[in-house]
């Protein structure tokens, strides 16, 4: 994680517990830390660290924009290259095409992104600062023109057409994740404000998920559900 807090401001973020522990004021998507240390503190980790895959991030995301000017995860997956480290990406953001070049220098990379919904006006309501739906796909259109693993994480799933999205995402990726949302009183008072309180109902995970899961292994697409 080599940022605290993240610019994409997405309103049901589980990482926002982070702030009890950075003291900021500020809500949550309206700050962010920039660990600039980061890529020197991993060198001196992986000469002593046990192989396996290191994850590229777990409480923000490491293509946010700040990541423009500070190139921390590009620094970071230099560090880990030089080790032959196994890497998994999560990212919402087109940046992570900057860094095209180190990902096919991997022996083992994937880059999975962030897909919540098909739909732009959902996108907009819950991830409010983060590249819209269409821009994601096509950065997955370019990672698999480059031969790079990729994957998408529906996670949390959001309010979905469930063909609408196996058809945006049709041959575009190798792996599909699928997890259901985690609702804070927030976010429940989010979805009553907006009138979705239906997409509330633990039925609606139970059967989108199973519809996902099936379309998708009809196209071959390996499925994991997370919940």
Same mark, same amino acid.
């Given at each position: 994680n080599p940022y605290v807090g993240c610019g994409?401001?997405?309103r049901y973020c589980y990482a926002s517990f982070m702030k009890r522990f950075t003291g900021h004021l500020e809500p949550w998507g309206e700050f962010v830390d920039v660990k600039v240390n980061a890529p020197q503190l991993l060198r001196k980790q992986l000469k002593r660290a046990k192989r396996g895959v290191v994850s590229l991030s777990t409480v923000t995301d490491p293509?946010?924009?700040l990541e423009e000017t500070y190139q921390l995860t590009r620094k970071c997956l230099e560090a880990l290259l030089e080790h032959q480290f196994s890497v998994s990406i999560l990212t919402r953001s087109f940046l992570c095409l900057r860094? #095209?070049?180190l990902f096919k220098e991997f022996k083992n990379i994937q880059v999975g992104l962030s897909i919540t919904t098909h739909d732009?006006?959902?996108k907009k309501i819950f991830e409010p600062h983060s590249p819209p739906i269409c821009s994601r796909v $096509?950065? /997955?259109k370019k990672l698999r023109e480059e031969n790079v693993e990729t994957y998408a994480f529906i996670g949390p799933m959001l309010p979905l057409d469930p063909e609408s999205l196996v058809t945006m995402l049709d041959g575009l990726v190798d792996e599909v /994740? #699928?997890?259901k949302m985690n609702y804070s009183n927030k976010v429940k008072s989010l979805y009553r404000k907006m009138k979705l309180d239906p997409y509330l109902e633990e039925d609606y995970f139970h059967y989108v998920? /199973? $519809? /996902?899961k099936e379309r998708f292994e009809k196209k071959g697409v390996e499925v994991s559900m997370c919940y």
């Open positions: 994409h401001g997405c293509y946010q924009p860094d #095209i070049d732009e006006a959902m $096509e950065t /997955l /994740l #699928i997890d998920g /199973l $519809e /996902l």
